[in-house]
């Protein structure tokens, strides 16, 4: 059955009740609020952020979230967590294998942040089913998604709906974190699925072409070149041949070695890309 035969699931974990939640939080959170000021951390309280994707990028991104206070999560993914996740996925723990990768994620940011309310939506992200899984708006979107039709079409739906939006990446096949960089999707290089993502938007849906060009959309990405495994070495998923999983180049890091140091590090400069812009609105406001 597919994610459309049926309504997707979603569900709200609800922030437990605690008449020790104010101390709580002055001790958990103070570190924000000496860094980004007393304003951006009542904004990041406020502020509402989904992340698409929960895998070896988003799951990252989720947990730097939640240890920056932000109020509400909404986490989209319809996948578990799998034992080929582990070196790169901050929910693939013994006791967590089997389980939705949004019920994993959202079970660790209760224990973070009791006061933090998550959304989970056990669904794939698809462009038939935008409005109603982000159609009440956010104050950022964060895009670990790994298909290129999806991204393609999730960045032109933010775009014309006015949505902030950071997009990130390919995060397989590198090893090199400080290679991690953040600019107009127009501009990255040494990217693979950026690179297909940015055609496709321009033949798709008219985004601008030329040397000067600007999408006006951030990217997470880094300018390391790829280091392609040989294909004996790849790990097959869904039944893939080898020669073609050496040549994926996706968030999934299917076919591609992979290192948290790098997944996680894309995860996070999505994260603090949002928070610092969460924060500059309300200083400025």
């Not at 899984?133 to 039709?149: C, K, M, P, Q």
């Not at 693979?192 to 000067?212: E, I, N, Y």
């Not at 591609?256 to 969460?278: E, K, P, Q, W, Y």
């Amino acid at each position: 059955m597919s994610s459309h035969d049926a309504a997707p699931i979603t569900s709200d974990l609800t922030p437990s009740p605690s008449s020790q939640l104010d101390v709580d939080r002055a001790r958990r959170f103070g570190g924000i609020a000496r860094l980004y000021g007393a304003p951006a951390l009542a904004a990041f309280e406020r502020a509402h952020v989904a992340v698409i994707g929960i895998g070896g990028v988003g799951s990252w991104t989720a947990e730097a979230l939640a240890r920056s206070a932000v109020g509400t999560l909404t986490l989209v993914d319809l996948d578990n967590v799998a034992e080929s996740n582990t070196n790169r996925q901050i929910h693939a723990l013994d006791g967590n294998y089997g389980k939705p990768k949004v019920d994993a994620m959202a079970e660790r940011i209760a224990l973070i942040d009791p006061a933090c309310r998550v959304h989970r939506i056990e669904d794939f992200a698809e462009p038939d089913n935008f409005d109603a899984l982000l159609g009440g708006g956010f104050d950022y979107v964060i895009d670990a998604i790994d298909s290129v039709r999806t991204k393609v079409a999730l960045i032109a739906w933010c775009v014309a709906k006015g949505q902030p939006l950071v997009t990130v990446g390919g995060a397989g096949g590198q090893l090199d974190p400080t290679r991690i960089r953040i600019d107009d999707l127009a501009l990255t290089i040494q990217d693979p699925l950026l690179s297909k993502v940015r055609a496709q938007l321009r033949k798709q849906h008219g985004f601008p072409r030329g040397p000067k060009a600007r999408f006006k959309v951030s990217a997470v990405y880094s300018d390391e070149p790829l280091i392609y495994p040989e294909a004996a070495a790849c790990d097959l998923e869904d039944g893939a041949e080898p020669s073609t999983a050496a040549h994926v180049a996706g968030l999934n890091c299917a076919g591609f070695g992979s290192s948290v140091c790098v997944t996680a590090s894309f995860g996070f400069a999505a994260a603090a890309h949002a928070l610092r812009a969460i924060a500059t609105r309300a200083v400025a406001a």
